[in-house]
């Protein structure tokens, strides 16, 4: 959770809860990720590699740089037109792993936040999880 909250920021796009609810105005849109069916590696690809062309950035600091990214590099993201926004913080390959392992644990396939799933999220009853009826 400190990874997704804090390093990788990433509850600016796909809001606290994972569910897409944006935090900020100014961030674009990230997928609602309580309702993702990405496998785990598809989802440690996503995260390293990001999505071109889309507001999901990579976080792996080398992720375009000599192919390992869906076969291209930055000069084929250029002659594709396809931007890449700078992610908050480059993560290493076990950081990538560990937020994989959050998400799975604690956010997909775990359907919408309810009160309960809220206060399992976080650990205790925080005020956060306020606005979900008992």
């Not at 359907?111 to 650990?123: D, Q, V």
Request: glycine share 8%; charged share 25%.
């Amino acid at each position: 959770m400190r990874i997704f909250r804090t390093k990788a920021d990433c509850q600016a796009c796909h809001g606290w809860a994972a569910d897409g609810r944006k935090m900020d105005s100014q961030m674009p849109d990230g997928a609602n990720l309580r309702t993702s069916r990405l496998t785990r590696a598809a989802v440690v690809l996503a995260i390293k590699c990001g999505r071109p062309g889309t507001g999901m950035p990579a976080f792996d600091r080398l992720a375009y740089s000599d192919g390992r990214c869906f076969n291209m590099t930055q000069s084929d993201l250029r002659a594709k037109n396809l931007e890449m926004p700078d992610p908050p913080a480059t993560l290493i390959g076990r950081e990538i792993e560990q937020l994989a392992d959050f998400l799975f644990a604690k956010v997909i396939g775990k359907g919408p936040m309810t009160r309960a799933s809220c206060i399992a999220y976080w650990g205790s009853d925080v005020e956060a999880c306020q606005e979900f009826s008992q």
